[in-house]
Every structure is written in C-alpha cells, then in structure tokens.
C-alpha cells in the first residue's frame, strides 16, 4: 500500500520539522513585497487624490504626466508624522467650520423666537352665536382662546374666526398675569383675519413689533408659536412649507391663496404667526382634518391686502371677483370648436354674474386668453414664482376694488382686449352671517327668513345631503338679479287655528304676495304690513297658496307671539327704518 504523507509550508511534514529556507532569502523577499506594496499605495493615492487616500499615511503629491515620485522607505516615518498632523489640521478647520455655522442657524432660530414671546399673546373670547331655527334668540354662550400677535400701529392681528360673534374680548401676553379688554377694530371673515386694539396703554410695554416677510419657497422651514390646546404656556412647533396654491378658507368658504406646512396646528394656535428668520410669512388658520401634521397659513400677500384695505378705507372691503364661472379647455375638440390656435391657450366662460361689471362687457362663450397681459392656460393656471402654477383667481383676489384690469378673450375666431371695473361680489345666498342679528318676520305664525348658508348649516355636519334638497342647490348655484335680491322662505309654522294645515309648506320659497313678487324680507314685510285688502294671499313654490284672513291674521300674531315667548314679530333690522338691515344682511 502506498503511504500518502501532507506537506506543511516551510517543510514540516505531518507536524515533523523538515529541511528550511536560509533566512536572508526570507529576508529579501519581505523587503520585496514591502516595496511593491508601498508602491502600490503611492500609485493609488496619485490616481484618486482624495483625502480617504491620504489617510493610509502617504503624503500628497501633485503629479505630472511626464514624471512620478517614488518615496524612499526611510522617508516613511517622517512622511507619516508630517501626514498626521495635516490631518489632524483638516479636521479642526472642519469642525471649527461646522460648529460655526451650526451655532449661526440655532442662534438665528431662537432669536426669532425669543422675538415672537414678546408679541405673541393669548386671546379669551366668549361668543354667543345666533340660532337660525329660531332666529329671535342666541345659542348658550361658549368661551374659547386664540392666539395673536402684535403689529405696527398698536394693532394685534388674530383669525376672525377666533372673534366671530365675540361678546367679550381680553387678551393676554407671555410671562404675564394680568389680562387686558380689547376690541375688534376689523374683521374680514372671507381671508379669516381681524385687526384687536387695546386702549390700556400698560399693555403695549415691552411688546415688540413684528414685521411681515415675504412667501416662503418651498421647503422653507417656519416656526409656529400660539397656545394651542393641551396647555396654557406658549407653544412653538417647526415645519417646512409643502406646497402654495388657492384652498378653501374654511371660516369663510373663500379660495385664497394659503400655505401648507407640516407642522402641527391645532385648536388654539389660530392667529398665532409663522414665523421665518426674524420675519412673520403667515398666520396659523386651519389644519386638514383626518390627516397628520398638516397644516395651513394665510401668506403675506393676503394678509397685507386685508390691512392695506383698512387703512385705505376705514373697514374691511372684501376680495375682488371677476363674476365669471369658467371651464378648462383642454380637449382638442373643444379648442378647435371656438376656433382656437394651436398656440392659444384660455379658459371657456359659462356663467356671468350679473352684479358683475364683466356682465355689461363679455358674453358666454368667450375664450378668456389672458389677464393682465397674463396667459392663461389650458386648465386656468398662470406662472407664479418658479415653476410653480396657480389659478388665475388668485391674481384677481389681490386686485383692490374698482381697479380696473385687461382681459384679453377671443370671441367668434376673433380676439379683443377689454377693460373690465373689479369688485366684490356677493352671493344671492350669503355664506357666513358672523357678528350679526339674524332677520326674520312673523305674522299669524308663519316665519319668514331670507335663505341663508348659516341657516343650512343648523340641519348638522353632513347639511349638504340632510338639508332641503331645492334650498341647497338653490345656495349654491343661483346668482343674484338685483343688488338687494334675496331668497325669502316660510321657515317654519308655529301652530294655531289661524295656520292650521299649512304646516306643510315650511321650507318654500315665498314668491309672492297679493300678486306682487317679492324681492326681499324687508319687500316682504311692507307688503303685508301695508294690506288693505280683507285676505292676504302667498304663492309659494310648487304653485302652492297660502291665504289668511287679514284681520283675524293680525290678531292671532299677537297670541301666537306671546305663547312662544317671542319679544318682536320682526327683527330689529327691519323694525329701525333708518337702518337699510335688508340691504346690509346681503352685502356683509
């Protein structure tokens, strides 16, 4: 049998010394290998010229491509202390660097904010909001907090949905005790903004003044300071602005330009600013419910349009509106069918508002090309910023009212250029009725209301589908013919002999009366105030008649009224005849 034996390097065999190599052949070749290895270092370290590279403990050279530089290996040890302390250089110049302008951006973050604690103060409402069901009398009264902060002219700016329906206003400042009475000197509830003025002069000592920025770009980090629910310090919360574009105020059923950030807002932040560097980009308004972190500022250019307004006309003026309802074209179709260019880009119009001063000038059908010099795209956008978009509505919002603009339409394949008077615009159906005393009128218990939003909104969260339905579609679509047209409705029947079996006619609209159509509450109430005929006869909708006799009618009312602990057959707009409430409840 043939043995098989393993072979140990160096020439042991199964663990048995054998025959070994001289020790100055072993000594050469480690003196080789440890050249070749030093040279490869060197040519790696030449090739990337990196700091990595010069951290394996070779110097830096700055080659040529006629000539390399070997190092010698005695040089290696002075090499490698020269290599050390130059790094150990590098890194102090980075650090020193890196702390520096770590130190600048937290000392820039917590001066801003250091700014905001001494003008940012927390704002006590009590309210006490109408009952539209049964408009002679208030809701139980709520206390709510808000936060604000202090601008130039000794004025404090806050959300107008913090004040809405304030009976008593105080506010308070950081680090303080006592709380001081304010009053709302303007309110815009269509941007959500309201001007506070305290007469105490001891509350304007060491209060600071803040100054409005600019809008932020996107990405911006922003803090918010206010006193949001959870606690009663001050609270101060970091974002960075996701998007800018038109949204829906909420407060006001308005779209305006606003902010969208990611920091938290909650109950209670309201009016408190948003703070960038040592400047104010925004006031907290609204947060996007069922989502996290997400929330919304109104920008500077809304919040400056709403004080320039005040101080130019002594009160809130409100947002222009061009009166037009648009559709987008961008089907082929549809483009080459108005005789549109390839290179013509617009908006179709559908409706014009009558109001509007766009009613005397443009006709349905016309293609709106440009504002302002501006185009308009296919889908109602414009250029904002960089590479951004927003819809043109936005540039007419920031109009001031009756400022005139251009409007570039192309009309019958042919384009023309018109000058159009801007304004606001109310609505037939008015949105909000804040800070006001709902308008009703009774007679023989039949309640008469003009249609109203607010009045929807009592049928609950969900009054869009739970409301009646012709009503709703009426709010939302109808235009006004007139300036003082309204929407007058039997509400409700307070029962009585006199009514007994019209109870089934509440919620139609009242057309008219003893054959005179009406246009308003106030048109209403003279008509019947001023009958001389023995019955009085409504037409409502669905052709549906309602007559009474007249004088029997008067006399029930007074029962009626005192059976129901109703102080006033009609509201006090319509009893003060120097006070036009008619005109007022549909213009605010």
Known sequence: MTEIRWEAPGGHIDGKKGPSEPRGHALRRVTRLALFFFLLLYIFNNATNTTSSRLLLLPHYQHFSTATTVPAIHETSSLRNKLYRDTRARRRVVRRRFVKKSSNVTTNTYAAIELALDSVVKVFTVSRSPNYFLPWQNKSQRETTGSGFVIHGKKILTNAHVVADHTFLMVKKHGGSTKYRARVEAVGHECDLAILVVENEEFWEGVTFLELGDTPFLQHAVAVVGYPQGGDNISVTKGVVSRVEPTQYVHGATQLMAIQIDAAINPGNSGGPAIMGNKVVGVAFQNLSGAENIGYIIPVPVIKHFI?????????????????????????????????????????????NPLSDAHKILKKDDIVLAFDSVPIANDGTVPFRNRERITFDHLVSMKKPNEKCLVK??????????????????????????????????????????LTQPYLHEYGEDWYNTSPRRLCERALRELPKKASEQLVILSQVLMDDINAGYERFAELQIKKVNGVEIENLKHLCEQVENCSAESLRFDLDDDRVIVLDYQMAKIATSRILELHRIPSAMSSDLRDEENPGIELACTS
Do not use: W
């Open 308 to 352: 320039i307004g005040v101080e130019e006309n002594g009160k809130y003026v409100g947002f222009c509106s061009l009166g037009l309802s648009c559709q987008t074209t961008e089907n082929v179709q549809l483009r080459k069918f108005f005789g549109m260019r390839p290179e013509m880009t617009g908006v179709l119009v559908d409706k014009i």
């Open 409 to 450: 339409v192309l009309r019958d394949a042919k384009e023309h250029e018109f000058s159009i008077t801007l304004r606001p615009l109310q609505p037939l159906v008015p949105v909000h009725q804040f800070d006001k005393i709902p308008s009703y009128y009774i007679f023989a218990g039949l309640v008469f209301i003009p």
